[in-house]
């Protein structure tokens, strides 16, 4: 995933009200910036840390600036949840995960399940359809280990359940977890932040759901999938 712009530096003042954060560009003038991440960015956010934004002509926004990468523990972090999907793809489809290589056709944002939608359906007349769900990981509190979630998400516990359903129904279910960052050579489910989560993980690898992990390499220029890296109990 290459940005389609260079993006601009400065260095951050505070996040604030989840979707903004204000920051002191390079160039000296201060800015307000969405946030497009919806958890906690436990560890992300210190007041003075390097980032990086993407800055939009369009008249019609409130904020030209978009917050995607900040520097953190000595590494690079991709924060933008709306880019795994689409870093998920590009893995699969460059054979990544040999788990999902293989099916004939790859669509995104389908409707699935009690009123959601799936973020990559995988299908082939030969093989039973691979319903995928992608979530977007960035928190690391201990070297070389990426954990998920950061924060309560009972969405998240929800779209475990619904894959397992899927299991059940004669298909595939699979969650993918991107790592947008490439110092972390191993995932873990975050228990002690979210029980709830934990507990419809487990409840889901027992009902038949898969779980991958791919480790991301992120520069001012992209953010690219390298490796899928094991998920450890």
């Not at 560890?43 to 019609?60: A, E, F, H, N, Y």
């Amino acid at each position: 995933m290459i940005f389609s712009a260079p993006l601009v530096t400065g260095r951050l003042v505070q996040r604030y009200k989840r979707f903004l954060a204000d920051i002191i560009l390079d160039d000296g003038g201060p800015i307000t910036s969405s946030v497009p991440n919806t958890g906690s960015m436990l560890g992300l956010t210190d007041p003075g840390i390097r980032v990086w934004l993407s800055q939009s002509d369009d008249s019609k926004r409130k904020y030209a600036h978009t917050l995607q990468i900040v520097e953190a523990q000595g590494t690079l972090v991709g924060i933008n949840t709306g880019l795994p999907n689409r870093i998920a793809e590009e893995a699969i489809l460059a054979g990544l995960l040999p788990a999902l290589s293989g099916y004939r056709d790859l669509k995104r944002e389908q409707k699935y399940g009690a009123n959601s939608r799936i973020d990559i359906l995988l299908t082939d007349p030969e093989r039973p359809a691979a319903y995928v769900e992608v979530k977007n990981v960035h928190f690391s509190r201990t070297a070389d280990l990426a954990e998920f979630p950061d924060s309560p998400t009972a969405r998240g516990a929800k779209h475990l359940d619904e894959l397992g359903n899927m299991v059940e129904n004669g298909h595939r279910g699979v969650m993918l977890y991107v790592i947008q960052r490439d110092d972390c050579d191993r995932l873990r489910i975050c228990g002690d932040l979210d029980p709830v989560y934990a507990r419809a993980f487990e409840r889901a690898m027992g009902r038949g759901v898969e779980a991958y992990a791919i480790r991301c390499h992120i520069t001012p220029s992209g953010i690219a999938a390298t490796a899928a890296i094991p998920i450890i109990d």
